[in-house]
Nanobody
Framework: QVQLVESGGGLVQAGGSLRLSCAASVTFSTYSMAWFRQAPGKEREFVAGDTWSGGNTDYEDAVLGRFSISRDNAKNTVYLEMNSLKPEDTGVYYC?????????????????WGRGTQVAVSR
């Protein structure tokens, strides 16, 4: 059983930055990892992902150029660096893992989820 624990969320003003972390309880070098987010009243959506081997990243169009996903397999940790934050980035951010070999945009294709960390961006 893989356990994922997110951290790093918080309240930030528009234009600010946050760095989210997701620590895995097991060696996760064979898992593709992704970040999703869910705003109040909306469905959970893909934000960014990386394959198990690292370096093959994918982003939602709305965050391209502002967010960056990276992973440190030696620390079993994946990060989401978020810059130039906007109020519409507000939501609960979840870390997810699958063993498909690619970072799917579909939440249903992930086997393991963290409990989420809240990000709030004020105007």
């Amino acid at each position: 059983q893989v356990q994922l624990v997110e951290s790093g969320g918080g309240l930030v003003q528009a234009g600010g930055s946050l760095r989210l972390s997701c620590a895995a309880s097991v060696t996760f070098s064979t898992y593709s990892m992704a970040w999703f987010r869910q705003a109040p009243g909306k469905e959970r959506e893909f934000v960014a992902g990386d394959t198990w081997s690292g370096g093959n990243t994918d982003y939602e169009d709305a965050v391209l150029g502002r967010f960056s996903i990276s992973r440190d397999n030696a620390k079993n940790t994946v990060y989401l660096e978020m810059n130039s934050l906007k109020p519409e980035d507000t939501g609960v951010y979840y870390c997810a893992a699958n063993r498909l070999g690619w970072a799917s945009h579909s939440a249903s294709q992930y086997d393991y989820w963290g409990r989420g960390t809240q990000v709030a961006v004020s105007r």
